[in-house]
């Protein structure tokens, strides 16, 4: 059995999930108890201190393990192998493989020669071409949504980030293998995909793609079987007209778009070098807004980038109450080793980046509830998903939108993932809404009963057996 533990980006939760599919392939099946398996792994992220903090406190646990069973074979992948696998194997000697983002594919191999080795296995190479066989393994989740990569990589370099130096530099894939591996994801169950890429709006525009990142939405909206088609993350500054018009050809794209500003001070931004300006930010996220309406708009924020002064920070505050953003992931800046920012001496103290954290937070958080509660008495279309996580009578599901809604399920609808149905919203929290079933929706697959399709996505995610990754 293997136990693995994700941090980090949605970019790790598609490698994680090609590992455990490659994993089954050779008979392994995926256990949540770290004492019970054989092989453990680690798919690390390198963006903030913090989680790499937790990966250590978490290696030193599984140390503990290996004392008591040496065959234990603990592999430590993603951004943290990548960026230094020497001192990772210096603070843990203990690990048997270390493998990179370019590497994913090849775990099986490594898996072989760990088991003949005696040494540790470190493959941390980067490679530059991207294959389809390299994806064979990517699996529907239990609650028929699947990530599909469709490109790697970041040519971007903000001043702030590690991701350009442990995922390399852009690269697209084929469109043709994207829509391929996303009729195959279909054909598993899948009911909505996401497009993954640090960067997506910079699809074709590197090598290796074809076609622009709008046609390939509309492609990917078009495959059978796929009623929603997501993707994250766009990068501000290459928003285009034709991106802002694909979402009224493509009726499956969801209204949703995460537009990380970062910050609200043209001074910071500059320093960033993200490439764009407050007010071009706010005119594109205006224009989007009035196009459409029910258009739900997310961000990140840092607090605290060198040299952000209490105005600076005021700036930031104040684009959030002008834009009114559905919700943001906010972070303290965290200074990461090799990246230009990391050199800046006008570093932030700690409490400061604290507080202002507290106050952004505390600000957003009214903002999103008064957010949410405009849908209280609208009906939406609902995927299903599975159970609430907080109320096990609960059946939990997402608007198009993305907002997760909490709602009692009619017999039937509880196990038919993937089903789409309507929901009156009758409540807004701030994480979540609630609601009253109130009927079977459109689902977005012309021609099919949305609750069939549903539990055939249930019987795909049964046959799955639980070998998800979330
Ligand atoms: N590719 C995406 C984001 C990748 S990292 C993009 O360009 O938008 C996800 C988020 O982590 C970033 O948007 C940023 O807000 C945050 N982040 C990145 N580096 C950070 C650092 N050094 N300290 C704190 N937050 C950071
Ligand atoms: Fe990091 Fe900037 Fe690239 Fe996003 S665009 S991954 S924040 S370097
Ligand atoms: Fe973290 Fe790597 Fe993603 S650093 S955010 S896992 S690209």
């Not at 913090?50 to 993603?78: C, D, N, Q, T």
């Not at 490109?151 to 980030?161: K, T, V």
């Not at 079977?440 to 990754?469: F, M, Y």
Request: glycine fraction near 8%; include cysteine; charge should be neutral.
């Amino acid at each position: 059995m293997v136990y693995l533990e994700t941090f980090g980006c949605q970019m790790n939760e598609l490698d994680s999930s090609r590992m455990i599919g490659a994993l089954a392939e050779i008979g392994f099946r995926r256990t949540d108890n770290p004492g019970a398996a054989e092989v453990i792994l680690i798919n690390t992220c390198a963006v903030r201190d913090k989680a790499e903090h937790k990966l250590y406190s978490m290696l030193g646990r599984f140390r503990e393990l290996k004392r008591e069973r040496p065959g234990l074979v603990i592999g430590v992948a993603g951004c943290v192998a990548q960026r230094d696998s020497a001192a990772l194997l210096k603070r843990a000697p203990y690990v048997d493989i270390v493998f990179g983002t370019h590497n994913v594919h090849r775990l099986k191999d490594f898996l072989d020669k760990a088991a003949t080795d005696a040494g540790v296995v470190v493959e941390t190479a980067f490679r530059d071409a991207l294959e389809p066989e390299e994806y064979a393994f990517n699996e529907v989740a239990a609650d028929a949504r699947a990530f599909v990569a469709i490109m790697r990589g970041c040519n971007n370099f903000c001043a702030y980030c590690i991701v350009p130096y442990t995922r390399g530099r852009e690269l697209s894939r084929r469109s043709a293998d994207i829509i391929a591996e996303i009729e195959r994801l279909a054909r598993s169950g899948a009911a909505e995909v996401t497009l993954v890429g640090q960067n997506v709006n910079s699809y074709g525009a590197n090598s290796g793609g074809d076609c622009s990142f709008p046609e390939l939405l509309r492609k990917a909206s078009m495959t059978a079987g796929i009623k929603r088609v997501r993707f994250m993350t766009s990068h501000p500054k290459d928003i285009s007209d034709e991106l802002i018009d694909a979402f009224s050809e493509a009726p499956n794209l969801c209204r949703h778009m995460h537009l990380p500003v970062q910050s609200g001070s043209d001074g910071i931004l500059k320093k960033m070098r993200r490439g764009y300006t407050r007010d071009e930010y706010a005119a594109k996220a205006r224009r989007i807004r009035s196009l459409y309406p029910d258009m739900s708009i997310t961000s990140d924020i840092i607090v605290g980038f060198p040299g952000e002064g209490d105005k600076d920070f005021e700036d930031t505050l104040g684009l959030i109450s002008d834009l009114r953003f559905d919700n943001i992931f906010s972070f303290m800046y965290s200074p990461r080793p090799g990246t230009e920012a990391a050199a800046f001496k006008d570093h932030v103290p700690a409490e400061v980046k604290a507080e202002r954290l507290r106050l952004l937070q505390e600000a957003q958080r009214g903002i999103t509830i008064a957010r949410n509660g405009a849908l209280v008495g609208t009906m939406q279309e609902v995927m299903i998903e599975g159970d609430s996580k907080t109320n096990a009578r609960m059946t939990s599901g997402r608007t198009r939108c993305g907002r997760i809604v909490n709602f009692p399920a009619p017999d039937g609808y509880r196990e038919a993932l993937g089903a789409t149905i309507r929901v009156m919203i009758t409540g807004a929290y701030a994480n979540s809404l609630a609601g009253e079933f109130a009927g079977q929706g459109q689902g977005r697959t012309p021609g099919q009963p949305a609750l069939l399709n549903g539990l055939a996505w249930a019987a795909a995610a049964q046959q799955r057996d639980g070998l998800s990754n979330r």
